[in-house]
């Protein structure tokens, strides 16, 4: 469905975003601004910044930013539309009604319905958990020291011993067969209809917007499975969720613990530690690690201390790494996972333990070396060459060289012996003379000066004109949209130069015109560039000379070198003469 941009603006506007993040985030007026404890990241002193002003908000710890509807979508985990609708509802704004397609409306409807048939099963399941017919997988839960509390928080239940007693149930709530069928629940055969699960202790599984998508069940008794998972639908994606994320992504901490399976979420959660998750029936994948990787940058590995659990960890920690996130290593010996240990030795020794979690490097180190017997010469070749091989992962060479010391000092092998043998094979693999090397880094650091440099200008420059609107008709003759050549600037630039040319500010509305959530953050740090204040009339006219100098000299410098016309090369040299002479007057 597609909203006009009216309409988006109109819902926008209606919603004053000190008023919206005040219901979730406490916020103190400081100057002209609001601030409070970042919701995105763990963080001790407020840099979250809320703007009336300009409609914005802008952490000054994680880079986070956007309009009131990116917030709901970031902190929610909405789509646009579900924000927007959100946000519609919130200030009674009508929205004209979803145009599906037959077909699409047939699959929303279905969709809505298979919610509401899980939703009724996850109610189902808890109640036959509190009645006699479920004494005994009560019994087990309290064995395991899981509080009535924590029974409750989870929707745990249990699903009976009779294979057709919720089938039974639902269709005397007047639920179809065909889209019974579809939610995995039920076994459909000619001798008729049976329950997926019967005399298991069962663990709702919830989205990040805490609706039922599926089950876990765990089995009274002796028979196999021990563990079964609802099947793939079309609510439920075993590689795209993770059970527990719907508490730990409002968790703020600073990481989040990443756990075998539903006892040790749950354990770690009544323990206190609220940023527990687990993958569900299934290896971790890339989907799992993309969706942490929206709430956190630091994961901590809390599998069992067993072999499987050792394999799990070591195939879990590449695929975080690959895609930015940070992975240290819970030592959970003497016990087998979280909950033996909680039980064991309570929570302020477990939260010791993640605080000396273990680097994911070194506990692969230590993976390999269980591997060899060092005691034997050719074992031990074996392994250091292993070990020399892993280390040439950092391609940055002081990051490498941090590596080889603590690798040197954990694992005893001689620091000039290892620090030799990657120099060797790291200038082996790059193909070229060692003192190349450092002359390449140095350009390669004076270009991303240079880039910042510019970059910082043309943000200066933006927030500026936003705090100082009146500023466009002193410069506007000067400068202009096609001065930023980067993408993102110059769409923002001509935008903001489009709305001060009428008259209006609207640095919430600009962001509208973004889709992705990396678009949104970049957008709303253009416009909370920090601008000192207390600068004389003088000086401040010299920043903004500078400020406007150093944006169009980099679209010249960008013109000469692509340039193959010899008349626009001319004019190109003839306008960075007439640069040196421009000067801007703020009186």
Not at 74 to 99: C, H, Q, S
Not at 226 to 233: H, R, V
Request: proline share 3%; hydrophobic share 35%.
């Amino acid at each position: 469905m597609y909203y006009s941009e009216d309409l988006v603006e109109d819902i926008r506007m209606k919603n004053d975003i000190v008023s919206v993040i005040s219901s979730y985030v406490k916020l103190q007026k400081k100057g002209s601004s609001y601030f409070g404890l970042c919701p995105f990241h763990n963080e001790k002193s407020p840099s979250f910044s809320v703007s009336g002003q300009k409609q914005m908000y802008y952490c000054f710890g994680c880079g986070e930013g956007g309009n009131v509807i990116t917030f709901i979508m970031k902190y929610e985990n909405y789509t646009f539309a579900e924000a927007l609708k959100y946000l519609a509802d919130r200030v009674g704004v009508d929205l004209p009604e979803m145009e599906y397609s037959k077909e699409a409306k047939a699959q929303a409807e279905l969709k809505t319905q298979m919610l509401s048939i899980n939703n009724e099963a996850g109610k189902y399941y808890h109640y036959l958990l509190k009645n006699e017919k479920g004494t005994g997988a009560y019994k087990y839960l309290t064995e395991r020291e899981l509080y009535d509390e924590t029974i409750k928080k989870f929707g745990l239940g249990y699903s009976g011993k009779y294979s057709g007693a919720l089938y039974s149930y639902l269709k005397k709530k007047g639920y179809r067969d065909d889209v019974l069928k579809e939610t995995g629940l039920f076994t459909f055969e000619e001798k008729g209809v049976k329950d997926k699960f019967w005399n298991r202790v069962m663990f709702p599984i919830m989205d990040v917007n805490n609706r039922v998508i599926g089950f876990g069940g765990r089995v009274m008794g002796d028979a196999k499975p021990k563990y079964l998972n609802s099947p793939e639908t079309k609510l439920f994606d075993k590689s795209r969720n993770l059970y527990g994320l719907n508490y730990a992504r409002v968790s703020r901490k600073s990481n989040i613990l990443l756990c075998e399976g539903y006892m040790d979420v749950i354990a770690l959660h009544q323990a206190g530690f609220n940023n527990a998750v687990a993958a569900l029936g299934t290896s971790f994948t890339s989907g799992h690690a993309s969706l942490l990787k929206r709430y956190t940058d630091e994961v901590v590995l809390t599998f069992d201390s067993d072999e499987a659990g050792v394999k799990a960890a070591l195939r879990a920690i590449p695929i975080l790494k690959s895609i930015g996130i940070s992975v240290k290593v819970i030592d959970m010996m003497p016990y087998k996972d979280p909950d033996d240990f909680i039980k064991a030795l309570g929570s302020l020794a477990f939260q010791k333990r993640i605080d000396t979690a273990q680097n994911s490097f070194l506990y692969e180190i230590a993976a390999i070396e269980k591997n060899y017997d060092r005691n034997d010469p050719e074992e031990k070749t074996e392994f250091y060459n292993i070990v020399t091989n892993k280390l040439l992962e950092f391609t940055d060479e002081l990051e490498r060289i941090n590596y080889v010391e603590a690798v040197s000092n954990e694992f005893s092998i001689p620091m000039d012996l290892l620090k030799t043998a990657v120099s060797k094979k790291a200038l082996y693999y790059s193909g070229r003379p060692k003192e190349e090397a450092p002359r390449t880094r140095e350009r390669m650091n004076q270009y991303k000066a240079k880039d910042d440099g510019i970059k910082q200008s043309q943000m200066i420059l933006l927030t500026w004109l936003i705090d100082e609107p009146k500023l466009y008709h002193m410069i506007k003759d000067y400068i202009s949209p096609s001065d930023f050549i980067e993408s993102i600037y110059h769409k923002v630039a001509s935008l903001l130069f489009e709305q001060l040319e009428h008259g209006e500010v609207n640095p919430a509305k600009i962001i509208n015109g973004f889709q992705q959530e990396e678009e949104h953050k970049e957008v709303a740090s253009l416009f909370n560039s920090p601008l000192n204040e207390n600068l004389s009339v003088g000086d401040k006219e010299k920043v903004l000379n500078d400020t406007i100098k150093n944006i169009k000299k980099n679209k010249l410098d960008y013109l000469s070198r692509t340039t193959t016309d010899i008349n626009q090369l001319q004019n190109i040299i003839n306008e960075q003469a007439d640069l040196q002479k421009m000067h801007i007057k703020l009186i």
